[in-house]
């Protein structure tokens, strides 16, 4: 057959995780079987180079951090095997399909699949899950259900992005640009058809611009037949692990879920919620429209994460233009400049007779720290505490050191710690997860700096 047909385009994608690597390495033999002219698929009879080639279809765009990721490729899985029996007698001695059913059965223990069960279907329309965001877009236009009049894009595949927001607060875009703000009060993170996210942010220190967020709102809108509103609200020593109306789901079951031991374990709905710690830690899961939501409480303030596909994002109208995660925050809510955050000078002396909280050693920050109680921290003190969770000196460390002289409290760096997990958790693009602090004209702390910029040309050369 030649080189044409032996090597798949979106292969590469599964390599992603280390249980998906055997399988890579079957796609890697065939293209070498190839490359060598002597691809052993290229019979008319044996046909497990269209398995294989249907197997890579249904799971190229597919990634571990999605939602219902182990039922998709599970289902694709059991395709591929059943496709295998059905040329097994034309393949006998093939070596490539032997090596195939090896890697199937392999990656059906590493990702505890059942040998029975649905399978994923080459006409997928016909069992299209309209409550299902990836089975709803997988072969379907990807703006079959956006406003007619709002602002999308045209990608080959659901594409999806990233907002964060944490700290004094500190505040990733859809874009992956990093500032600082002030917006004291209650302000948009996402406003569009589909979802709303609003936070209320308040001083924490007296004489500062800084501000944290004491109140999540975030409301999911209704869908088709899939799910009526849903409003969940988080502020302050009140992260529910419900929304308003005392539900914890919404929406009829859409697909099954495989237990540990391959067995069923029941429906999924199209909308629920997750407690992983309670009252500090809080996930919400939007299967009809692929959102993940993460909200946390460390110390007095919250946090929040969110992945969205990008046609729901951009699925808004002119009067929604006033999104931070989609624009960023006002020039005149900006503390950085540009992108650079000048440290502030550290809080002065506490009042006497103030108890100060001593430093923990190494391992993951308390969830309990005083909330009255801030430290003084020098430049060097607060280096050193954010060094304890942030290795890398990026722009999650620089935050967790501003934070810190800003406002003593020790929290904050249990913020930017869980801040930079959620974002590796939810952020499609491993490649732009780093962001290190831009050059500026400011020389208050002119060795602080040249060390910054040196640690990044060092990364940057070993990369």
Not at 229 to 253: E, H, I
Not at 344 to 369: D, E, F, I, N, R
């Amino acid at each position: 057959m030649g080189r044409a047909g032996c090597c798949y385009r979106g292969a590469e994608r599964l390599a992603s995780s280390p249980s998906l690597r055997p399988l890579l390495l079957l796609i890697v033999a065939l293209c070498y079987g190839a490359h060598r002219g002597h691809c052993q698929v290229a019979t008319p009879q044996c046909r497990i180079q269209k398995c294989t080639t249907d197997f890579v279809s249904l799971t190229s765009h597919l990634t571990p951090a999605l939602d219902g990721f182990d039922v998709e490729f599970c289902k694709a899985l059991r395709s591929y095997s059943a496709c295998t029996q059905r040329t097994a007698k034309s393949c006998r001695g093939n070596l490539v399909f032997h090596s195939a059913v090896l890697g199937i059965s392999d990656l059906m223990t590493q990702r505890n699949c059942s040998r029975d069960g649905p399978t994923s279907s080459t006409h997928p329309e016909i069992q299209s899950e309209p409550c299902n965001y990836h089975s709803r877009t997988q072969y379907t236009h990807p703006h079959a259900h956006a406003h007619p009049h709002s602002h999308t894009h045209t990608p080959t595949r659901p594409g999806y992005l990233f907002c964060g927001l944490f700290g004094d607060p500190h505040l990733r875009t859809f874009k992956d640009s990093f500032q600082t703000c002030k917006v004291e009060g209650a302000w948009p993170l996402i406003d569009n058809d589909f979802l709303s996210v609003q936070v209320t942010n308040v001083p924490v220190v007296t004489g500062s611009s800084a501000t944290a967020t004491n109140k999540i709102t975030i409301i999911f809108k209704p869908f088709e037949e899939c799910t009526d509103q849903r409003v969940y609200q988080a502020v302050t020593d009140d992260l529910p692990a419900a929304f308003v109306d005392g539900t914890v789901s919404s929406g009829d079951p859409n697909h099954n879920v495989n237990g540990n031991n391959g067995d069923s374990t029941g429906k999924v709905r199209a909308l629920w919620i997750s407690e992983r710690s309670p009252g500090h830690h809080v996930e919400l899961h939007a299967g009809y429209i692929g959102v993940t939501v993460i909200v946390r409480q460390l110390g007095r303030y919250l946090t929040l994460a969110v992945r969205i596909p990008e046609e729901m994002a951009h699925a808004y109208d002119a009067t929604q233009d006033l999104q931070l995660c989609l624009n960023g925050c006002p020039t005149s809510e900006r503390i950085d400049r540009g992108g650079h955050l000048s440290l502030p000078l550290p809080l002065p002396p506490p009042a006497l007779g103030l108890h100060l909280q001593q430093p923990h050693g190494q391992g993951q920050p308390s969830h309990t720290a005083p909330y009255n109680a801030p430290q003084r921290f020098s430049l060097e003190g607060a280096r050193a505490r954010c060094r304890e969770q942030l290795e890398l000196q990026d722009i999650y460390f620089h935050s967790c050191v501003f934070d810190l002289l800003t406002t003593g409290d020790a929290n904050f760096t249990a913020a930017a710690f869980s801040a930079l997990k959620d974002m590796e958790s939810l952020h499609p693009h491993r490649e732009r997860w780093r962001i290190f602090p831009q050059s500026s004209a400011d020389t208050s702390h002119p060795i602080t700096w040249l060390l910054l910029l040196t640690l990044f040309a060092l990364s940057s050369a070993l990369v």
